[in-house]
């Protein structure tokens, strides 16, 4: 299974017409575009999940840089959380492990 990031999205760009670019490379399990929690807008990026590996990548090489919506799109390979790092530095000086 490939978990690909599609990043640089219009905030209008739909799961459909991400869900066509993609299925140009092979059968597509799952489109997600990521929303804020709040207001419930695209966040202007989203993860396409491609069971085939060799579709996947293929997918990768052929949609990064490619034009939807009036944006470029950046397109790789979505790493892990562990990957990523722990991101933002939420504030944590109220809790302490008292054991």
């Given at each position: 299974?490939t978990n690909?990031?599609?990043?640089?999205?219009?905030?209008?760009?739909?799961?459909?017409?991400?869900?066509s670019?993609?299925e140009?490379?092979?059968?597509v399990d799952?489109?997600n575009v990521?929303?804020?929690?709040e207001?419930?807008?695209?966040?202007?990026f989203a993860?396409?999940?491609m069971s085939v590996?060799?579709?996947?990548?293929?997918?990768?090489?052929?949609?990064?840089?490619?034009d939807?919506?009036?944006?470029?799109?950046n397109?790789?390979?979505?790493?892990?959380k562990?990957?990523?790092g722990?991101?933002?530095?939420?504030?944590?000086?109220?809790?302490?492990?008292?054991?």
């Open positions: 299974m690909i990031f599609v990043g640089n999205l219009s905030f209008g760009t739909t799961e459909h017409s991400i869900r670019l993609f140009q490379y092979g059968s799952r489109v990521v929303t804020d929690r207001t419930g807008r695209a966040r202007g993860f396409v999940e590996d060799a579709e996947g990548q293929a997918a990768i090489n052929g949609v990064n840089g490619r939807l919506d009036g944006r470029t799109l397109v790789n390979e979505a790493r892990s562990t990957e990523r722990s991101g933002g530095g939420g504030y944590r000086g109220a809790r302490q492990n008292r054991w």
